[in-house]
């Protein structure tokens, strides 16, 4: 999630009536620039770019074998593997989940650009819905509030929430068992937002909180930084068990530079929210 407000614009001046941008919009702005800068495949792109147009002979030549390197670094599933895994948290038995009132499930889901807009479109992250369904199905919570607004920067169709409460209905989750936080645009706000929907459900007061391993690290400082202290329940685990292989070393793979963008947008973010005191 990244940050916005729909109110996003503060009415300022004397006379005719001047609109500038708040923090929350330049800051929304600037999380979605930084996520393809962070990106290797926009440095891969970027050194090719420059050994194209340099006119120094050297120059070229560092600008090159940069690039080599990018690629050869960037597309080793071992080496991406091994870094994201020491950066997600590690999974936490079912068995060892206390029963709670709540489980907070954070969106980031569903695709909702997708048409027709007749159903609900799951990406990679579905396992922050079906995870969060066999803790209610355990009876390790009793409720689920989903939280998520919309990422999009102008227009949307749907809110994830409304799209995530569709599915839990279909999976037979009362309505009464499920409250939606449909206003939040990034980690922060979901934090936010839902510390001021449990001020009108003072009955929930134990919460788990559910979210992508990769992203727990940023999600939990952030519901701590509000005063919410859930259990964590790490889920959508992107790595796998590491493997000692002479063949899984070598063998280069184009979804690696993927691994590698999740992992450095995600450490951007982390960074960035405790710069500012979000987490």
Not at 5 to 10: A, T
Not at 137 to 163: F, L
Not at 226 to 234: D, I, M, R, T, Y
Request: charged share 20%.
């Amino acid at each position: 999630m990244t940050l916005a407000v729909h109110e996003s614009w503060l009415v300022a001046g004397v006379g005719p009536r001047l609109f500038y941008p708040s923090f929350a919009s330049v800051f929304f702005l600037l999380s979605k620039f930084l996520y393809y800068v962070v990106m290797p495949a926009t440095w891969l792109v970027a050194l090719l770019v420059a050994a194209l147009i340099t006119r120094q002979p050297v120059r070229r030549k560092r600008f090159v074998i940069a690039a080599l390197v990018v690629a050869l670094v960037g597309t080793n599933a071992a080496l991406s593997n091994r870094a994201l895994l020491a950066w997600e948290l590690p999974p936490v038995s079912v068995r060892t989940i206390a029963p709670h009132d709540a489980a907070v499930l954070l969106t980031g889901m569903a695709n909702t650009h997708k048409s027709p807009h007749d159903r609900v479109y799951l990406s990679s992250a579905a396992d922050r819905l079906t995870h969060t369904l066999w803790l209610y199905r355990t009876h390790r919570v009793r409720r689920i509030i989903v939280s998520g607004g919309s990422g999009d920067i102008d227009k949307y169709v749907h809110t994830e929430a409304a799209e995530v409460n569709t599915l839990l209905r279909l999976c037979g989750v009362p309505q009464a068992d499920i409250l939606l936080e449909d206003r939040s645009r990034n980690t922060r706000e979901n934090a936010l937002f839902t510390k001021e929907l449990l001020a009108r459900h003072p009955e929930i007061k134990s919460l788990v909180l559910v979210t992508s391993a990769f992203h727990m690290r940023r999600a939990a400082g952030c519901f701590r930084k509000v005063g919410l202290n859930p259990a964590l329940f790490p889920v959508d685990f992107r790595t796998t068990d590491l493997e000692e292989s002479a063949s899984y070393w070598p063998i280069p793979e184009a979804g690696a530079l993927g691994t590698w963008s999740l992992l450095f947008h995600e450490i951007t973010g982390y960074v960035t929210y405790k710069l500012l005191g979000y987490c």
